[in-house]
C-alpha cells in the first residue's frame, strides 16, 4: 500500500450517483465521464510508473480524485505552525499550488486517503506528487461545477449537529460544525470550539470528506480523518472510517419568530430566546407535561461532563449523564452494579429517548436553563408546573444532583436517587 506524506485530514463520504446528490442534474441526463488518455512517451506517464506500483499498467491502474471546489486550505511549515491560506477554486489551481508547494510545508488534508478497489486492493495515496497525478490524471469538472457550493452553509443559518443514537457511541453527540462555502469549519462540543477545514473529493468515484481541526487535544485527534460519506440525503451525512462511524444531521433556523410564552413548533412553549442562532439553536421550547417520576440516576457515580450549569449545556449534560449509565453492565434492569440504593431509572435516558410531535432531541434542562422555566414561566402562570421540586441535569458531587422548588424557585442538591422528584423536558431549535 502507498504512502503520501500530506498533513491533510480530509472526512470521507461515499454519494452514489444513483441518489444524485448533485439536485441540479436532471433525472434522464448522462453525465460525460471521458478522461483524459496519457500517451505513453509523455512525463507523466513516466511519473505515474514511478509512484504507482500495482499492476504492469500505470494508467489503466490510476485511481481518480475529483475536488469539490471551492475550498480553503491552511499551509503550514515543518514545526505546524501556521504559514497561510488559499482559496482553491479547480483542478488546475490545485494541481499547481501542489507543485510550488515547498518540500518542508504540508497543507490541511489528512493522509492517507484510501479506497478499496474492485480487485479487494487498497489504494492509497500519502504526498503530494501522488496527489497532483491523480488530479491531473483524470478530471470530472462537470460533475463537480454541479455539486460546488453544495454543502456550504452562510453562517448563522444552519449547522451540523452529532445526533444522540440509540446503541451507537455517543460521545459527541450534541456538537455541531458550521461551515462556509470555502470549506473553513468550527466545530462546537463542551463549551469549547474547534477551528480547521473540511474538504469533499472524489476517490475511486467514492465521495470523501476529509475533517482537519487544529491543535492536539483529544476532540481533534477523533474528528481528524479521511471519511467515507455512507450516506447522504441534503439533510444527512453518515461517515465512515475503517473503524468507525458517525453521523451528522443539518440544522437549520427557524424562519419564524417566536416570542416567550407562544407555542413553539412542537406544541411545547417557547421558554428562551436568546436573540440569534448560534450553536445550531435560538430558542428553548418546554414540553407541556411532566415526565413520569425517576431518580436522576445511579448513587455514587461519578460523570464526567455533567456539572455544567450554564445555558446551553442541558443536552451534553444530558447525553453524559446516558452514557455513563448505558455503559454500566445491564444497570437499568439491575441497578446494583452501581447501587443497591438506586432503582435503575435515569430521567436523561427517558428524556434523551422521547418523542413528541415527532421531535426526538429533548433533554433535561442544565441548572440555569431549569431556572428560565421557573423565571420565565412558572412565575408567571405558565407551563402546567408543580409547586414542586423539579430535576436539572447538573451533577453537584459524586452522590448529588441540582434541583429547584418549583415553589419558590430555591435551588438545592439532593441525592441521586431521591424519590418523588420531577422532570421537565427541553429542546433547541
Known amino acids: 500500500m502507498k504512502k503520501i506524506n500530506l498533513n491533510i485530514l480530509l472526512g470521507t463520504l461515499l454519494l452514489l450517483f444513483s441518489i444524485s446528490s448533485c439536485t441540479d442534474l436532471d433525472d434522464n441526463e448522462v453525465v460525460d465521464l471521458t478522461r483524459e488518455t496519457i500517451t505513453k512517451d509523455s512525463e507523466l506517464f513516466g511519473l505515474l510508473e514511478s509512484v504507482v506500483n500495482r499492476g504492469d499498467d500505470p494508467i489503466e491502474n490510476t485511481v481518480c480524485i475529483d475536488f469539490i471546489y471551492p475550498f480553503k486550505v491552511f499551509i503550514y511549515d515543518a514545526n505546524l505552525v501556521p504559514q497561510g491560506e488559499v482559496i482553491l477554486g479547480g483542478d488546475g489551481q490545485f494541481s499547481a499550488f501542489l507543485a510550488q508547494l515547498p518540500a518542508n510545508q504540508s497543507i490541511s488534508?489528512?493522509?492517507?486517503?484510501?479506497?478499496?478497489?474492485?480487485?479487494?486492493?487498497?489504494?492509497?495515496?500519502?504526498?503530494?506528487?501522488?496527489?497532483?497525478?491523480?488530479i491531473d490524471s483524470c478530471s470530472r469538472e462537470d460533475i463537480i461545477s454541479y455539486c460546488s457550493g453544495l454543502?456550504?452553509?452562510?453562517?448563522?443559518?444552519?449547522?451540523?449537529?452529532i445526533p444522540y443514537i440509540e446503541g451507537a457511541n455517543n460521545d459527541f453527540a450534541g456538537a455541531v460544525f458550521t461551515a462556509d462555502a470555502t470549506g473553513t469549519i468550527t466545530l462546537y462540543h463542551h463549551n469549547a470550539t474547534y477551528d480547521g477545514t473540511w474538504i469533499f473529493l472524489f476517490l475511486n468515484d467514492e465521495l470523501h470528506l476529509n475533517i482537519n481541526l487544529e491543535g492536539t487535544s483529544t476532540t481533534v485527534q477523533n474528528w481528524n480523518y479521511n471519511f467515507k460519506i455512507i450516506s447522504f440525503t441534503g439533510e444527512t451525512m453518515g461517515l465512515q472510517t475503517p473503524t468507525f462511524s458517525r453521523t451528522l444531521v443539518k440544522k437549520c433556523s427557524s424562519t419564524q419568530l417566536y416570542t416567550i410564552g407562544q407555542t413553539g413548533p412542537s406544541g411545547g412553549i417557547i421558554a428562551y430566546d436568546k436573540g440569534e442562532f448560534t450553536n445550531g439553536w435560538r430558542y428553548i421550547e418546554v414540553a407541556q407535561d411532566d415526565l413520569i417520576i425517576e431518580?436522576?440516576?445511579?448513587?455514587?457515580?461519578?460523570?464526567?461532563?455533567?456539572d455544567y450549569e450554564?445555558?446551553?449545556?442541558?443536552?451534553?449534560?444530558?447525553?453524559?449523564?446516558?452514557?455513563?449509565?448505558?455503559?454500566?453492565?445491564?444497570?437499568?434492569?439491575?441497578?446494583?452494579?452501581?447501587?443497591?440504593?438506586?432503582?435503575?431509572?435515569?430521567?436523561?435516558?427517558?428524556?434523551?429517548?422521547?418523542?413528541?410531535?415527532?421531535?426526538?432531541?429533548?433533554?433535561?434542562?442544565?441548572?440555569?436553563?431549569?431556572?428560565?422555566?421557573?423565571?420565565?414561566?412558572?412565575?408567571?402562570?405558565?407551563?402546567?408546573?408543580?409547586?414542586?421540586?423539579?430535576?436539572?441535569?447538573?451533577?453537584?458531587?459524586?452522590?448529588?444532583?441540582?434541583?429547584?422548588?418549583?415553589?419558590?424557585?430555591?435551588?438545592?442538591?439532593?441525592?441521586?436517587?431521591?424519590?418523588?422528584?420531577?422532570?421537565?423536558?427541553?429542546?433547541?431549535?
Not at 493522509?111 to 506528487?129: K, M
Request: hydrophobic share 35%.
Open 109 to 134: 488534508i489528512s493522509y492517507p486517503l484510501e479506497t478499496t478497489l474492485s480487485d479487494g486492493t487498497i489504494f492509497s495515496v500519502t504526498n503530494n506528487a501522488e496527489l497532483k497525478i491523480a
Open 151 to 161: 454543502f456550504g452553509i452562510p453562517q448563522g443559518t444552519c449547522v451540523w449537529e
Open 295 to 306: 431518580e436522576w440516576g445511579c448513587l455514587n457515580g461519578e460523570i464526567i461532563d455533567a
Open 310 to 429: 450554564e445555558i446551553g449545556t442541558g443536552y451534553q449534560n444530558s447525553v453524559a449523564v446516558t452514557n455513563f449509565h448505558n455503559n454500566l453492565t445491564n444497570y437499568f434492569t439491575n441497578p446494583s452494579v452501581c447501587s443497591s440504593l438506586s432503582n435503575g431509572t435515569v430521567s436523561s435516558k427517558t428524556a434523551i429517548q422521547l418523542v413528541i410531535n415527532s421531535k426526538d432531541d429533548w433533554f433535561v434542562p442544565s441548572m440555569l436553563e431549569l431556572l428560565l422555566l421557573y423565571d420565565n414561566l412558572k412565575s408567571v402562570g405558565l407551563g402546567n408546573f408543580s409547586d414542586e421540586l423539579y430535576w436539572s441535569s447538573s451533577e453537584e458531587s459524586v452522590s448529588s444532583a441540582k434541583c429547584i422548588n418549583f415553589s419558590n424557585g430555591e435551588m438545592s442538591a439532593l441525592y441521586k436517587n431521591s424519590p418523588s422528584i420531577k422532570t421537565r423536558p427541553i429542546r433547541y431549535f
